[in-house]
């Protein structure tokens, strides 16, 4: 089955620590997304890619770091200087990122992130 | 941005349908209207989207007002596996960066009762 994993489901980390989400797709899709989701909120867009070894900051970059080294795979470092990372962390992807486009995105099951 | 304004909660009892509305006045020309699901600790699926005309998929349905003003996601039997977070958002494809990020706002929490 196609589809996008993320892992793992449920992680902690002291404070202080970096800690990289893993996202990977066989979906063959072109663009990769990374949202965080904090309780009774919506999504906000860390980081975004439309095509391997390009990315784009998002409204809440800061704090966050990604990499897109392969097309299947899309990781998010969350470092220390993220001031209120304990949240949960959503991947998604799409066909493409086309202008004039408006491809559904498929996600994640999602992280759900602690720090203390 | 255009805004959409969604209740806040909605009960239904299982197998009966459900209309979940959603208001959008400021809506310009181009924009799509979208809505996603999100089932608890799950990450949000697509459901349905249209511009003008009413949509049916297997999914849903989605009615649209014809001033696009408003519009209404139907689920004809609601089942246990529906209780979930629905969210209606607007998606311009002509909005360059705008076009491909997904803000959904606080939704409505749709419980199905047995």
């Known amino acids: 089955d196609g589809g996008i994993t993320q892992s793992p489901k449920y992680l902690f980390r002291k404070e202080g620590q970096n800690v990289t989400l893993s996202c990977e797709q066989n979906?063959?899709?072109?663009?990769m997304y990374w949202y965080r989701q904090d309780p009774g909120q919506g999504l906000r867009l860390i980081y975004y890619s439309q095509i391997v070894n390009d990315f784009q900051k998002g409204d809440i970059a800061e704090g966050y770091s990604v990499s897109r080294e392969k097309k299947e795979s899309f990781p998010l470092t969350v470092t220390s200087a993220q001031k209120n990372p304990t949240a949960f962390y959503l991947c998604?992807?799409?066909?493409?990122?086309?202008?004039?486009?408006?491809?559904?995105?498929?996600f994640g099951p999602g992280t759900r992130l602690t720090v203390t | 941005d255009a805004k959409t304004t969604q209740p806040n909660s909605m009960e239904s009892n299982e197998e009966e349908p459900v209309h979940l509305p959603c208001n959008h006045s400021t809506i310009s020309g181009t924009d799509y209207i979208h809505w996603y699901r999100q089932l608890p600790s799950q990450g949000p699926e697509y459901v349905i989207h249209g511009l003008t005309s009413n949509v049916n998929n297997r999914m849903a349905s989605l009615a649209i007002a014809e001033d696009r003003k408003s519009s209404t996601l139907i689920l004809h039997r609601a089942t246990l596996r529906d209780a979930a977070v629905y969210y209606c958002i607007l998606r311009d494809p002509n909005s360059g960066a705008g076009s491909y990020q997904l803000t959904f706002g606080k939704g409505t929490k749709l419980s199905v009762i047995p």
């Open positions: 979906l063959n899709h072109d663009a």
């Open positions: 998604a992807s799409s066909i493409a990122l086309a202008a004039h486009s408006l491809y559904e995105q498929y």
